[in-house]
Structures are given as C-alpha cells and as structure tokens.
C-alpha cells in the first residue's frame, strides 16, 4: 500500500520559518522524483519544487527560489520541504508527490498539510 505522509504545517508568522516532511512507503522512493504542490484556497494545485533520485538536481517555482529548500533522506524514505522568511501568499496546503521511474506525470500524492502565514 503507498503511502505519502505529510507533516511540519502549522500557523506562523509573516518571516518565520517551517520544515516539512513526508515520510513514503510501499514504493521504490530511492527510484522516484519527489516534490512538492501546494493549494492556497479559492487557486489551483500549483506545482513547488522537485528533487530527483540523488537528491542531485531539484527546480523551484520562482515565488520561493532563494527561501525555500528540498532535500531527501532515501535511507528514511523521506523528503523534506524547508521553508524560510514566509509569505502570507505562502499560505495553502501544501502536498508531497513522487513520480516512480520510467513513467510520466506524478503517481503518488499525500493527503497534504496546511501551513498557514499571518501578517
């Protein structure tokens, strides 16, 4: 059974930070493209970050390149999102997603955590 989970959410304010993490199961997450969404409410699921295989290579959305970092721990099967100086536009739930090796699009998503930013 795969399982995506997501915690590290929280309410914070505007310039504080957060670190979030998903712990994987019950697929190959040393074999997989991990990354993040996120959804702020009345928007689309916007796409974040990725980090690949090694932890090598990852991309960011404009919006948080310079404030936020992803990395990986494939001996704890666990992916990490951390996040600095935040916005309140950062506010939204935020998911964790893997795409498994040789196939397209993501495969796997989390049940996501809210990480709300006040002012």
């Known amino acids: 059974q795969v399982q995506l989970v997501e915690s590290g959410g929280g309410s914070v304010q505007a310039g504080d930070s957060l670190r979030l993490s998903c712990v994987a199961s019950?697929?190959?997450?040393?074999?997989?493209?991990m990354g993040w969404f996120r959804q702020a409410p009345g928007k689309e699921r916007e796409y974040v970050t990725r980090?690949?295989?090694?932890?090598?290579?990852?991309d960011y959305i404009d919006s948080v390149k310079g404030r936020f970092t992803v990395s990986r721990d494939n001996a704890k099967n666990t992916v990490y999102l951390q996040m600095n100086s935040l916005k309140p536009e950062d506010t939204a739930v935020y998911f964790c997603?893997?795409?498994?090796?040789?196939?397209?699009?993501?495969?796997?998503w989390g049940q996501g955590t809210q990480v709300t930013v006040s002012s």
């Open positions: 980090i690949t295989y090694s932890g090598i290579s990852t």
């Open positions: 997603v893997a795409r498994v090796s040789g196939t397209t699009g993501w495969n796997y």
């Open positions: 019950g697929f190959a997450f040393s074999r997989s493209i």
